[in-house]
């Protein structure tokens, strides 16, 4: 009983309530039953047996079964009216337990709790969220970035490309100027000699005599 009157208390203290039958009750209650039996007080100070009325049974042959009744009515009484008295605490308690876990969190937890909960739970969400389009308007930029440089080298080389091929081509005229100039050189050593022998068969031009030692 005391157990359930301290059950009672503390369920009355989350719901923020006052508990006034409890204390009072469970005061009377040990108040009632601690009082000590006339009768005994009396058998117990003139040294007589602890219950005289069962002796008085014994030697009148008398039951004594309604006295007993009677005895144990009045402490059952006793306990019948403190029940009563707690009979609404305890209806109460049975209707808190039958009431479901989310009224009693939402009963005892501030929606202040709540509310701090979900402004942090949005400010997460809007943090991560903007992080991500962070994180995209910077994927954005490298790749714009990277579509710039590829186009670039692209650009680059296609000029390289261009240059090699002009200087592939200045090469080859190059050479083939070299070639007609060496060609050129070769039909004007051919005339000069042809014009030498020509001028020495007239006599114009004496063929210097060679030397004995092989000099001219």
Request: aromatic share 4%.
């Amino acid at each position: 009983m005391y157990e359930g009157i301290d059950n009672l208390k503390s369920l009355y203290d989350r719901a923020g309530k006052t508990f006034s039958g409890g204390p009072s009750a469970a005061q009377d209650v040990p108040r009632r039953t601690a009082q000590p039996d006339p009768v005994r007080r009396s058998s117990v100070g003139s040294g007589a047996p602890k219950n005289p009325r069962t002796g008085d049974s014994r030697a009148t042959g008398r039951d004594n079964s309604s006295d007993v009744r009677s005895r144990r009515g009045g402490s059952t009484a006793a306990q019948l009216d403190s029940a009563g008295h707690l009979e609404s605490p305890l209806m109460e308690v049975e209707e808190e337990e039958r009431r479901s876990p989310h009224d009693h969190v939402d009963r005892c937890v501030p929606e202040s709790f709540f509310d701090r909960v979900t402004q942090g739970l949005r400010d997460d969400l809007e943090h991560e969220r903007n992080r991500r389009l962070q994180m995209a308007d910077t994927a954005s930029k490298h790749r714009a970035e990277f579509a710039f440089a590829q186009l670039e080298n692209e650009r680059s080389l296609t000029s390289l490309r261009d240059e090699l091929r002009v200087a592939r081509g200045i090469v080859d005229r190059s050479r083939a100027e070299i070639t007609a100039l060496q060609t050129l050189v070769d039909a004007h050593h051919r005339e000069h000699k042809a014009l030498c022998e020509m001028l020495e068969r007239k006599g114009v031009l004496h063929r210097k005599k060679q030397r004995t030692d092989g000099t001219a």
